[in-house]
């Protein structure tokens, strides 16, 4: 039979005692460090999921055209809400556009001043990105503006245009500078 070095055995009832130790007092209790929040809603739709993120590239557009009519035809941007349901009784949808404003244009969306997409073409300058419904009624930036109403159940959509107009004094000055454009812009629905 083997036999332990006393010292060794004592040294292994010390383990054993600490751990049956550890074991029986009660953890103390850490201060919570994980919190969930979160809002529970009944929307009537929901916006399709490829128009999280809305892409709309301008066809080319000479400045002639520009100094000539001010802007650009609009061209078309639609959103679809799928999974409608009217019976929850908020059917009148609104919409609410967040940007960097144009200085020269108040209430039409500024061109990044960042890079051009390429990283390596001039920028254009001298113009802004203006919002309309399609009987030319505009929709500025930081305002509430009535999008429709849910007309069935379902899916559903909201069709503005967004046109490239150029600002007042490039304009005058003829002083509206070729290249790139590109702007961002948040958009928001909401049902009442």
């Not at 083997?2 to 292994?12: G, H, T």
């Given at each position: 039979m083997?036999?332990?070095?006393?010292?060794?055995?004592?040294?292994?009832w010390l383990v054993v005692g600490a751990v049956v130790l550890v074991l029986a007092v009660p953890a103390k209790a850490e201060p919570k460090n994980m919190f969930f929040a979160g809002r529970l809603v009944a929307e009537?739709?929901?916006?399709r999921a490829a128009d999280a993120l809305v892409r709309l590239e301008f066809p080319s557009v000479a400045t002639r055209d520009l100094y000539r009519r001010t802007r650009t035809q609009g061209q078309p941007v639609v959103l679809h809400l799928e999974g409608c349901d009217t019976t929850l009784g908020k059917n009148q949808v609104s919409l609410y556009f967040d940007g960097t404003e144009s200085s020269g244009l108040p209430g039409l969306l500024k061109l990044s001043s960042t890079v051009s997409m390429d990283g390596t073409a001039e920028l254009a300058t001298g113009v802004a990105i203006?919002?309309?419904?399609?009987d030319g009624t505009p929709l500025p930036l930081y305002q509430t503006h009535p999008a429709g109403v849910l007309m069935k159940d379902g899916s559903n959509e909201i069709s503005f245009l967004a046109y490239l107009q150029g600002e007042p004094e490039a304009l005058k000055e003829r002083t509206i500078g070729v290249g790139s454009f590109m702007a961002a812009m948040t958009f928001k629905l909401t049902y009442e």
């Open positions: 083997y036999s332990l070095n006393p010292y060794l055995r004592a040294m292994a009537p739709c929901t916006l203006g919002l309309e419904r399609a």
